[in-house]
């Protein structure tokens, strides 16, 4: 095999750099094509694995990164039109035998969907209204070409997205709206408004400026961290200018192409897998597991969970390519570091049809209910966002003296229990201000005590003050196996910082306030209970099987 850099060429003249990677032999080749900001050099084994599988392998340097010449706008319209141009111009090529598999991991996965699915929904829409519709993705989010620019070669047959991105709407808050404040901070300052990566940046400027978090107004955040990283980010404000998240999950049912969804219950952006997966139009596969961002590359990723994600990768695609998918909906969950895998909720079932035998089922634990979540203190609390509850320190008060959340436990379990699926606050709350974020820490203790994250959701409600409401608190999807004797302990709070930006409970935009007031807080155990998606026919699968039928 041999690799070499090529420029190709984009509709507007720009040439981007690209590895290409071809297996030994002349007989034309499938080809995988990865997109990537983070620089093409660091995919030169993994394009390596793929050539000696029989793909030709191509890592290229997105627009304005690395060795790629012109301006990047993250999550702006060139990414399609430039990933069009370059799925045709790789079924062009002579060892190519016309078949292309796009694929990535957080922003380069990104970089595959938007090129599969808005120049395929543009290709293929006739009416001009759902034509213009399909391609507001080329030109939200910055400068970009038009429609006119995708290319028919420039849909590929088949993608595999990783820990999927979805957009800059979606990466900066979460689905009930409060801020992602600490990571997408980290993520500006290692890659923002530059042409390489300092991934450390946040890292040190934190060590220089231990409060640089609490700065106000969160919008001019980037000026006072410029001074710790030398350089501007004028592109800071504009990351939180942007409301609608789910465009590129909306458009996922126009899709008839095979899809692999490869996420872990401990990613951030977990619940945008599953919901790709789940409302993908083609044969669509979801493998879920007990990982963080960094998947298996993670030193902390449980041993028994390990999975060879290249093999699984090339034999899923061999499949795809192929046609021997079957065209349903298939995923499986890992059960935590147990090393069983489960079948996900929703799969196996027809794309038509609605799921009729769940192997899971909804488990209820009332609040103040002694076989439930037993109320320890905190039914009325202060959210201070001058002292918030911290997203960083598991550590909880030991009485209710000065309360700052509502803390509740469960007696210990008395046979283990499996988590897989979707899980789910309902609280019924009262807050003195008009606005209010409610946060939700699920923590799992074992006998000892130690205290293991198991779910956290936050959401934000609007509304009278002292107006009692009922709210739902999305705890994301599970994936986990809870020993005997494992006790749960709830914490609902008002803030999780400085995972994300502080509510200041003035009404005001948090992006924008200056201003902080606390909040008062009650919760309502009578009317608030836990659900929990508990596995009740235990029917544990392979994955590698399960992915690639």
Do not use: K
């Not at 060139?78 to 796009?102: I, K, L, M, Y």
């Amino acid at each position: 095999m041999n690799t070499r850099t090529v420029y190709v060429p984009t509709p507007d003249g720009t040439a981007l750099a690209t590895d290409v990677c071809l297996p030994d032999g002349t007989c034309p080749v499938p080809a995988v094509l990865i997109r990537t900001p983070y620089g093409r050099g660091a995919h030169r084994a993994e394009l390596r694995g793929w050539a000696a599988h029989g793909f030709a392998a191509l890592a290229q340097d997105v627009r304005g990164r690395h060795g790629s010449p012109g301006e990047w706008h993250p999550y702006g319209g060139h990414e399609t039109v430039d990933g069009a141009a370059t799925v045709a111009w790789t079924r062009a090529q002579e060892w190519s035998n016309g078949e292309v598999v796009a694929a990535g991991a957080s922003y380069a996965a990104y970089c595959a969907l938007v090129t599969a699915l808005t120049a395929l929904t543009a290709r293929d829409t006739a009416c001009d209204a759902a034509r213009d519709a399909a391609c507001d993705a080329v030109r939200d989010a910055g400068p970009g070409s038009g429609p006119d620019d995708l290319s028919c070669d420039g849909v590929p047959d088949a993608v595999i997205a990783a820990v999927p991105a979805l957009g800059l709407a979606d990466t900066a808050r979460e689905p009930g709206g409060p801020e992602r404040l600490w990571a997408r901070a980290g993520w500006w300052a290692a890659h923002g408004d530059r042409r390489d990566s300092d991934p450390d940046a946040l890292a040190r400027a934190l060590a220089d400026d231990p409060r640089l978090l609490e700065h106000l107004p969160v919008a001019r955040l980037a000026e006072r961290l410029a001074e710790g990283l030398g350089r501007e980010l004028p592109s800071w404000p504009g990351l939180w200018a942007g409301r609608g998240r789910g465009r590129l999950v909306a458009l996922g049912p126009t899709a008839r192409l095979p899809l692999l969804a490869v996420g872990g219950t401990r990613d951030p952006f977990a619940d945008d897998t599953v919901a790709l997966w789940r409302g993908w139009g083609g044969p669509s596969r979801l493998l879920l597991g007990p990982w963080g961002h960094r998947l298996t590359a993670d030193p902390s990723a449980p041993a028994r969970a390990r999975v060879n994600l290249g093999a699984l990768y090339v034999r899923w695609a061999r499949a795809a390519l192929a046609g021997q998918l079957e065209p349903t909906r298939h995923g499986v969950i890992a059960l935590g570091d147990s090393g069983r895998w489960h079948r996900a909720p929703g799969a196996a079932i027809t794309l038509d049809a609605t799921p009729s035998d769940r192997p899971e089922t909804d488990c209820r634990w009332s609040f103040g209910s002694p076989t439930g979540l037993r109320l320890l203190h905190g039914a009325e609390f202060s959210a201070d966002p001058d002292r918030p509850v911290r997203s960083d320190d598991l550590a909880v008060p030991a009485d209710g003296d000065r309360a700052d959340r509502c803390l509740l436990l469960s007696p210990p379990l008395p046979r283990p229990l499996d988590l897989a699926g979707a899980a789910v606050a309902r609280i019924n709350v009262t807050a003195d201000t008009p606005s209010a974020d409610w946060a939700v820490r699920l923590t799992a203790l074992d006998p000892s005590g130690h205290a293991d994250p198991l779910a956290f959701g936050i959401v934000r409600r609007t509304g009278p003050p002292g107006e009692a409401a009922d709210v739902t608190v999305p705890l994301g999807t599970l994936g986990r196996r809870l020993p005997a004797g494992t006790r749960l302990r709830a914490e609902i709070a008002g803030h999780h910082f400085p995972a994300h930006a502080r509510n200041p409970h003035t009404g005001e935009d948090p992006v924008t306030a200056t201003r902080l007031a606390p909040s008062r807080r009650t919760v309502n155990p009578r009317g608030s209970a836990l659900h929990l998606p508990v596995v009740a026919r235990r029917r544990y699968v392979e994955p590698a099987p399960e992915i690639c039928r």
